[in-house]
């Protein structure tokens, strides 16, 4: 069926093109670009209706089950422009394999990966001139599904939208590359094992967003959550994985469940691996973690992922306590993993583990 599906392009008027943000004005996710991928799910057909359109609004009826029962998973990845000027994708195919795993775990029809790559790099070609090139900015990418069927019984859907947006976009934290400041919450959870904490379903984010708010008011940017459980072990941050740079250990949470597996935690492993970094994915406590903090024996914390690229900690609160780390500065192993990952996603640096894929 995926061999027969033939994707429609249907190009926006000229005169309907929208006008581009200048880059320095780009925040997150808040332009879009002149068009978008579209296709349809039903029972009978499976996957059709393909096209890539102009960027519209969708007309839904308000019994769509997405509204009701959030049936609804996206992915995040990202396009650049090198400074030769091409376009580069960061291992596509593993964002589209990842939304898979989401899609069984939410009952979702699959997608085809690598027919999505290929879907993915025609649009990101049309609409190339929206890929900005200064410094630090990117076009943010985001695959979605949502279950459209209008019907109010809990069920998996039977029809379902998949759909690709795309955004010029500069840095996550308003921090840029520099600290953040993180609260750890040891009062709310965002997942636990057996749940839906380690795929991508908009609910694990809607969940996260009242304990970010306390965070915001103590004048954190992120949050730090620890397991469901104890309330011990740390698990990751709202928005990306977690590495602890432990007395020459790189450490991070195991991936047992609750915490979304990154693909940029995955290439962090394998690009320190490579400099010869002892690297090892464990249970590490709060507790642990602050008093090597106390010992003077935690070099760096950072946390990893697509919209945060490498995100270094400066401050971790913990009990209306700030713990400052590596006296609040970017440590050298974040500086170097966040300079060195970004000349590979750009294309200026070899590409030796074949993470990069061209557009064009
Ligand atoms: N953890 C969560 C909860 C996330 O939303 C993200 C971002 O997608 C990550 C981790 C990092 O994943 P990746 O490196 O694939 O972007
Ligand atoms: C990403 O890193 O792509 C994310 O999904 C994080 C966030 C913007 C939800």
């Known amino acids: 069926m995926w061999e027969d599906l033939e994707v429609?392009?249907?190009?926006?008027?000229?005169?309907?093109m929208k006008k581009k943000p200048s880059s320095?004005?780009?925040?997150?996710g808040v332009h879009f670009t002149d068009h978008m991928f579209l296709m349809k799910w039903d029972k009978a057909s499976g996957w059709h209706d393909a096209r890539i359109c102009p960027y519209q609004d969708f007309v839904m009826n308000p019994a769509s089950m997405v509204f009701h029962y959030g049936q609804a998973i996206f992915e995040g990845m990202k396009a650049y422009r090198g400074k030769d000027g091409q376009l580069y994708l960061f291992r596509p195919q593993d964002n589209f394999e990842r939304m898979n795993r989401s899609a069984i775990r939410m009952c979702m029809p699959r997608i085809q990966a690598e027919k999505m790559v290929k879907v993915l790099k025609a649009l990101v070609y049309l609409d190339k001139e929206w890929v900005p090139a200064a410094e630090g900015t990117t076009l943010y990418i985001r695959p979605t599904?949502?279950?459209?069927?209008?019907?109010?019984?809990?069920?998996?859907?039977?029809?379902?939208?998949?759909?690709?947006?795309?955004?010029p976009v500069g840095s996550y934290y308003v921090e840029g590359c520099a600290p953040t400041k993180i609260f750890v919450s040891d009062e709310y959870v965002r997942a636990v094992k057996g749940g839906v904490g380690e795929v991508k379903t908009t609910g694990n984010y809607a969940a996260s967003l009242y304990m970010s708010e306390i965070a915001k008011k103590a004048g954190c940017t992120q949050v730090l959550w620890l397991d469901a459980c104890e309330h011990k072990y740390i698990e990751e941050v709202g928005t990306s994985n977690i590495f602890f740079m432990l007395d020459d250990t790189l450490v991070t949470p195991p991936l047992e469940g609750s915490i979304l597996g990154g693909i940029t935690k995955a290439s962090v492993i394998q690009l320190a691996g490579s400099w010869g970094v002892d690297i090892v994915e464990r249970k590490i406590s709060i507790d642990e973690v602050l008093e090597a903090n106390d010992n003077g024996i935690l070099q760096e914390v950072f946390g990893s992922g697509t919209a945060a690229v490498i995100s270094p900690v400066g401050e971790l609160f913990y009990k209306e306590k700030t713990h400052v780390i590596n006296g609040g500065q970017t440590g050298k192993l974040s500086a170097r993993l966040y300079t060195e990952l970004q000349a590979i996603q750009n294309g200026s640096q070899d590409d030796r583990f074949k993470w990069v894929q061209r557009v064009g």
């Open 24 to 28: 320095d004005d780009l925040g997150f």
């Open 145 to 167: 599904m949502i279950a459209v069927e209008p019907a109010l019984g809990v069920r998996p859907a039977a029809e379902y939208y998949f759909f690709i947006i795309m955004s």
């Open 8 to 16: 429609a392009l249907e190009k926006i008027e000229t005169g309907k």
